[in-house]
């Protein structure tokens, strides 16, 4: 694949991972791979903004190739020190290295102890400007968005904001443009994203989204370092970050559940007859068959969650366990939930479920529906009762 063009001696020279499954760990259950965006400046100075995994130093080298030779580079802006971005410059610098670096405090640090980096690394703040002939880069900090040395480079000739990982999208295509992708898989995709990454720091990204409004910056295009760049009307992702900071949620209503011998199952598929009764979307997720990423995607605008677990040694089922440990790490909060589930003797998923929720910032709206051994007729009756009123709550 080549190097694209995105603007007159602007290039994307990055990579595309078509076969990544996995990210952060086995964190985040990736289905379409995804790209490591870098973008070429050739001006009277040749800058690049950010660089890509190491495994991609090579291609990334040779689109550079198609434009300069990465030798003539000068500037190497790293906007964020994660290594699916910083690994690739230690050996851009094997080619280059005369390049100065460009980053936050944070991130020199971070090169540093990641790499041993000890070249020529030029400390950036807020406001902070570097000129390369007919352009000039300004630099945003943007700690916390997502790490704490995290930093978006900005463009005003042209109007181009490359903010790193923020309205990224982990997702590989032979398009590098928004206007040329499915937009459903897009819009899916740049959800997802946000809730995984992005979600438990969304006070942050609505002060940031605010001052960089109040800088009253043009914004053409958002060329992000994950995925297709924002070509056709960018305002909308900036929107939608807007919203998913805020909170704002659909008539939507999660039901996750696991089952020991099918009892709570029984109990989640009446739930949900009952929710849908209403109206109201419901979602029906059995764990482990369903990644947590993907749920998490759904769960970002979503009004509502019911979990449901069997109890199993006075407690909740292993997977769902693992499940609202991460989930808390999100910091859903304001979402409306209650709990569900079966048990033989005894009990306990279902309190200890509720205490999770509540501890992660979740609204339980209503007391816990639990059944002995397996539902009868009336006791599935119950249930559709339970997911119609947790319906008209939401
Ligand atoms: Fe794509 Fe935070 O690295």
Redesign the pocket.
Known sequence: MAKVELMKDIYWVGAVDWNLRHFHGFSYSIHRGTT?NSYLIVDDKVAIVDCVYQPFAKEMLERIGEVVEPSRIDYIIAN?L?P??SSGIMELLKIAPKAKVFGTARCKQGLEKYYGFTGDFNVVKTGDTLSLGRRTLTFIEAPMI??PD?MFTYIAEDGLLMP??AF?QHLATSFRFNDQVDRCALMDEAKKYYAN?IWPLSPLVLRKLEEVQRMGIRISMIAP??GVIWRENPGQIVDLYARWAKGESAKKVLIVYDTMWGSTEKMAKAILEGVRSEGVEAMLFRLPDSYESDIFGELLDARGILLGSSTMNNSMLPTLGKFVVDARGLKPKGKLAAVFGSYGWGGGAAKDLEAVLKDAGCEVVMPSLTVNWAPSAEELKRCSDFGREFAKKV
């Open positions: 490591y964020h994660e699916d971005h997502h790490w995290s790193n990982d990224g990454i370092s994950h």
